[in-house]
C-alpha cells in the first residue's frame, strides 16, 4: 500500500502547483517622455511610471543617489555636506535633531525636485496619492531575481508593471551601509512629520517618506532621513503636465521591423517614426508613407521606435537590429 500511495501523492502534488497562477511577463514599455521610458500601470490617477531609475539607462541600473532637495547627484553623504543643513539643536525636554532650511513639506514639481532638474518633460518624484497607489492598488511576489539583478517586479492593476532593483544608497561619511547588497530606497516628494519626545514638531522634519525594497519585498510607507543618498524612480501625470494625450493604444497600432523597414498596422498608417537608442537619444526620424518607414542603415542593438499619427496618439515597441 505504501508505495501505491506515493505517487498518487506527488501527482496531486505536481497538479496543485502545475495549476497555482502565474505572475504575468515583464511588460514591455508604453512610451516615451522626453527620451525617457514609462509604463502605464492602469492607475486611478493616471500617473505613468519610469521604467528605469534617474541615472540609469535600464531597469537593472541603479543610477543615481540624490539627498531630499538636492538635485544633482553624488556618492558621498553627510548632515554636514547636505545642502540645507544650518546646524544642531538640543533641547532636554525634546531631544536632539538637526536644523533644516524650510524648502517645503512637498517638493514634488519644484525647483528641488531631481527628478524634474535631471530630465524635465513633465518628470518629478512621485507624491502621497502616488505612493499610496503604488502600494495599495499594485502587487508584487515579493523578492526576486531578473538579469542576475535583485529586486521586486511591481504590478499594476492592468497587469502592465514596474521592476525596483535592490541598488543599496550613497555612502554615509565615507563608509558603506551594511545593508547595501539587501536593501534599497526610493525618495518620493513628501516630508514624513516628525515630532520630539513632549509631541512637539520638529518643523522641518529631518525625513522624508521613501518607498523601501529589501529582502521582505515592497513597502512604501517608510522613512529616510533627507541627506541619505538614495535613489529616484521618476512619474509624469499627463493631465497635469498637458501631455494626456501621448498615452499609447498598443491594441490600435502595431509596429513590425522586417528587411529594414518599420511597418505600421492597425487604425493608423501615415504619421511620423522616431528611433531612440538605449540611451534615450534619438538616431532617426522620417513620415510613414502607406504604412511603411524605410530606416537607415543603424548598428546592431536594441532600439525604441515611437509611432505618433496626425492625431499625435502615440505607440512605441522595442525592436532588435542584428
Known amino acids: 500500500m505504501k508505495y501505491l500511495i506515493t505517487p498518487l501523492i506527488c501527482s496531486l502534488a505536481i497538479n496543485c502547483f502545475a495549476e497555482e497562477p502565474q505572475p504575468p511577463a515583464p511588460s514591455e514599455p508604453d512610451g516615451i517622455i522626453g527620451g525617457h521610458e514609462y509604463v502605464n500601470l492602469g492607475l486611478p490617477s493616471g500617473t505613468l511610471w519610469a521604467t528605469y531609475n534617474v541615472g540609469a539607462t535600464s531597469p537593472y541600473e541603479k543610477g543615481h543617489y540624490f539627498a531630499w532637495g538636492e538635485v544633482e547627484p553624488r556618492e558621498d553623504f553627510s548632515w554636514e555636506s547636505y545642502k540645507f543643513f544650518e546646524g544642531y539643536e538640543v533641547d532636554p525636554n525634546n531631544g536632539e535633531w538637526v536644523v533644516l532650511e524650510n524648502i517645503g513639506a512637498d517638493i514634488c514639481g519644484t525647483e528641488y525636485d531631481a527628478a524634474r532638474y535631471q530630465w524635465g518633460s513633465?518628470?518629478?518624484?512621485?507624491?502621497?496619492?502616488?505612493?499610496?497607489?503604488?502600494?495599495?492598488?499594485?502587487?508584487?511576489?515579493?523578492?526576486?531575481?531578473?538579469?542576475?539583478?535583485r529586486g521586486v517586479r511591481i504590478y499594476g492593476p492592468n497587469e502592465h508593471s514596474i521592476?525596483?532593483?535592490?541598488?543599496?544608497?550613497?555612502?554615509?561619511?565615507?563608509?558603506?551601509?551594511?545593508?547595501?547588497?539587501?536593501?534599497?530606497?526610493?525618495?518620493?516628494?513628501?516630508?514624513?512629520?516628525?515630532?520630539?519626545?513632549?509631541?512637539?514638531?520638529?518643523?522641518?522634519?529631518?525625513?522624508?517618506?521613501?518607498m523601501l525594497v529589501d529582502l521582505a519585498g515592497f513597502s512604501s510607507g517608510h522613512s529616510s532621513q533627507k541627506a541619505y543618498g538614495l535613489n529616484?524612480?521618476?512619474?509624469?501625470?499627463?493631465?497635469?503636465?498637458?501631455?494626456?494625450?501621448?498615452?499609447?493604444?498598443?491594441?490600435?497600432v502595431r509596429l513590425a521591423y522586417h528587411n529594414g523597414c518599420i511597418h505600421v498596422?492597425?487604425?493608423?498608417?501615415?504619421?511620423?517614426?522616431?528611433?531612440?537608442?538605449?540611451?534615450?537619444?534619438?538616431?532617426?526620424?522620417?513620415?510613414?508613407?502607406?504604412?511603411?518607414?524605410?530606416?537607415?542603415?543603424?548598428?546592431?542593438?536594441?532600439?525604441?521606435?515611437?509611432?505618433a499619427d496626425k492625431g499625435n496618439r502615440i505607440t512605441t515597441q522595442k525592436i532588435t537590429i542584428k
Not at 163 to 184: M, Y
Open 122 to 149: 513633465g518628470w518629478r518624484l512621485p507624491n502621497e496619492q502616488e505612493r499610496y497607489e503604488l502600494q495599495m492598488l499594485c502587487w508584487s511576489n515579493g523578492l526576486s531575481e531578473e538579469n542576475g539583478v
Open 232 to 252: 529616484i524612480r521618476a512619474v509624469v501625470n499627463p493631465k497635469e503636465a498637458g501631455i494626456d494625450n501621448i498615452v499609447s493604444e498598443n491594441d490600435k
Open 265 to 307: 498596422s492597425g487604425n493608423h498608417s501615415q504619421g511620423m517614426i522616431k528611433v531612440f537608442d538605449l540611451s534615450g537619444r534619438m538616431t532617426f526620424s522620417d513620415s510613414v508613407v502607406d504604412g511603411t518607414c524605410l530606416l537607415p542603415k543603424l548598428a546592431d542593438g536594441i532600439y525604441i521606435i515611437s509611432y
Open 163 to 210: 521592476f525596483l532593483p535592490i541598488c543599496g544608497g550613497g555612502l554615509w561619511n565615507g563608509e558603506q551601509d551594511p545593508f547595501h547588497n539587501t536593501d534599497a530606497a526610493y525618495w518620493t516628494g513628501v516630508e514624513m512629520p516628525e515630532y520630539g519626545y513632549n509631541g512637539r514638531p520638529i518643523e522641518p522634519s529631518n525625513v522624508g517618506m521613501s
